[in-house]
Nanobody, 125 residues
Framework: QVRLVESGGGLVQAGGSLRLSCAAS????????MGWFRQPPGKEREFVAS????????YHKESVKGRFTISRDATKNTVYLQMNELKPEDTAVYYC??????????????????WGQGTQVTVSS
């Protein structure tokens, strides 16, 4: 399996920044795409960003483009989500996920095989 441990969430005022980290361990070599998803309270989990590990190619949800940036550090087996200009609408539990298959469906929750525990991000107005 791939174990994913997330950190970096917290409470921040609107306009502030947070950097989420997702440390991968175990059979990390089987992961092809890493993704960040979020689940606002009472809502379904939604795609935020993803990165193809070996290619280092990233994709972002339209509403976070220019504010959020996904990146990876291969030497640390860690993926990051830098979140700037945070808005109250960004409040959610943020999850890291790993997809072991080669797929174009990087935006679908059901494409991913392993998930982290989630980290709470709360943005106050």
């Amino acid at each position: 399996q791939v174990r994913l441990v997330e950190s970096g969430g917290g409470l921040v005022q609107a306009g502030g920044s947070l950097r989420l980290s997702c440390a991968a361990s175990g059979r990390t070599y089987i992961s092809r795409t890493m993704g960040w998803f979020r689940q606002p309270p009472g809502k379904e989990r939604e795609f935020v960003a993803s990165i193809r590990w070996s290619l280092d190619r990233s994709y972002h949800k339209e509403s976070v483009k220019g504010r959020f940036t996904i990146s990876r550090d291969a030497t640390k087996n860690t993926v990051y989500l830098q979140m700037n200009e945070l808005k109250p609408e960004d409040t959610a539990v943020y999850y890291c996920a790993a997809d072991i298959n080669e797929s174009d469906l990087y935006y679908r929750v059901d494409e991913y095989d392993f998930w982290g525990q989630g980290t709470q991000v709360t943005v106050s107005s």
